[in-house]
């Protein structure tokens, strides 16, 4: 299978996809789901780990400054492309679970709760 067509079965239907993700953050999603697929890692793992990189993104709003509001953009940058890997592992590997689309989605809220709190 060539790169391109495992590119392709990463994603969802194109019009499931909102289109900034499609252009922006799925190709770099899957830069990082192709090194690791292969691995032990799970779709949960790299929900979790997004989780954590959102939340902490999200809460350096609250400090008030420039610089933090730089690097909270940064993280939520890098939540939002391990937000796209999740899926696209999850496809990839053939093990994708409902408990699995459900916790993405509550994580996707307490990220977004966050930053809206943040700001």
Known sequence: M???????????????????????YRPLAFLFVKSVYKTKITPNQVTWLALLIGVIGALNFMQGTAEAFFLGAILLIIYDVLDCSDGQLARLNHNGTLTGRIVDGFADYIVTITAYIGI
Do not use: G, N, Q, R
């Open 2 to 24: 060539t790169l391109f067509e495992e590119y392709k079965k990463s994603l969802k239907m194109v019009e499931a996809e909102e289109l900034f993700d499609l252009i922006f």
